[in-house]
């Protein structure tokens, strides 16, 4: 391995580190990751089988529930997770706006 190789690996985890430190999830990502646990809690499934039904990799999950991770469900795991359970993709967004003036 090569001397400038393990600056570069060094400087890129140092580098994504202190991005995710920074980083906040907005409380409407935040609802959406914790309904969709409480779906799943619901109907005794784990994170392989709700990647199962979305077509993505169980580590994908495990990085969306992570508060240390960018990763979030979009809509259309969202559409899917609701076809799915059979409830409308509505269903996993608050009544209210959740921005606090």
Known sequence: MS?????????FLS??????E???MAAIEQYVIDFVIKLRDKHNL???????????KRTFITNVESA???AKYNLSHIDKLADHFG????????????IKE
């Open 87 to 98: 409830i409308s993709p509505k269903d996993f967004l608050p009544e209210k706006s959740l």
């Open 22 to 24: 920074n980083f906040k």
């Open 46 to 56: 784990n994170q392989e089988d709700i990647a199962t039904i979305l077509g993505v």
């Open 15 to 20: 580098f994504y580190s202190s991005m995710n």
């Open 3 to 11: 001397y400038l190789y393990v600056i570069y690996q060094l400087f």
């Open 68 to 70: 240390k991770n960018r």
